[in-house]
């Protein structure tokens, strides 16, 4: 079974300052990875994903997350925090060979406060 | 906007009820998920469907069911409504394994 951990159910940074929300996985095979954001009283909003290829994705909003295998890990990073960063930040992975049944599992979300 | 409708926005019940919710998935999309959100189980996926028939199961309580329609509408069926049913119920629909969109969701109050 798949599983994801997410470091932080609360982060602070001020405005201007690095954004780093980390997320670790367990999965048997190389899973599909993302990261979805969900602002007050609306849905969830994809801000990137993995599947294949690059390591390195680069989603929205200024925001990027590398898939590193070793670590089991899809850290997602901003340069540079701004006001309207602030939300819940989901990471999520599904497994691309259960053909049939991609269901998301998420990770118990980050809320990303901004001090300004 | 995700292109992923749902409705309604917010529905407020009695203990013991019955409830429909509905998904209307983006245009050309096959497949459509339930999830649940709450305090404390957090996001969950309840069912999938795949041009009409059930693909996958999750945490769904036999007293929920869910169908999809041949217009690829979805309804999510939720009956003997308890308190802790209260919660946000997303829709989310896909064409391949790869991405899934999300509706505004279907914020549900059991009082």
């Known amino acids: 079974a798949q599983s994801v951990t997410q470091l932080g159910s609360h982060v602070s940074v001020s405005e201007g300052a690095l954004v780093l929300l980390r997320c670790n996985y367990s999965?048997?095979?190389?899973?599909?990875l993302f990261w979805y954001v969900q602002y007050p009283n609306q849905g969830l909003q994809l801000l990137l994903k993995y599947t294949t290829g690059a390591t390195l994705v680069k989603g929205i909003n200024g925001f990027e997350a590398e898939f590193k295998k070793s670590e089991t890990s899809f850290h997602l990073t901003k340069p540079s925090a701004h006001m309207s960063d602030a939300a819940e930040y989901f990471c999520?992975?599904?497994?691309?060979?259960?053909?049939?049944?991609?269901?998301?599992?998420f990770g118990t979300g980050t809320r990303l406060t901004i001090i300004p | 906007d995700s292109g992923v409708t749902q409705t309604p926005k917010h529905l407020i019940t009695a203990t013991g009820q019955r409830v429909t919710l509905r998904c209307s998935p983006r245009?050309?999309?096959?497949?459509v998920y339930w999830y649940q959100q709450s305090l404390d189980q957090g996001l969950q996926f309840l069912i999938q469907?795949?041009?009409?028939?059930?693909?996958a199961k999750g945490n769904i309580l036999e007293r929920f069911s869910a169908q999809q329609f041949p217009d690829l509408h979805s309804e999510l069926n939720l009956s003997s409504l308890e308190l802790g049913d209260s919660a946000l119920y997303f829709c989310?629909?896909?064409?391949?394994?790869?991405?899934?969109?999300f509706g505004p969701g279907t914020r549900l109050t059991v009082l």
């Open positions: 989310a629909s896909s064409e391949g394994p790869d991405t899934q969109y």
């Open positions: 999965s048997s095979v190389p899973p599909y």
């Open positions: 469907y795949y041009n009409g028939e059930e693909r």
């Open positions: 245009s050309g999309d096959l497949s």
């Open positions: 999520a992975v599904s497994d691309p060979v259960d053909f049939g049944n991609e269901k998301l599992t």
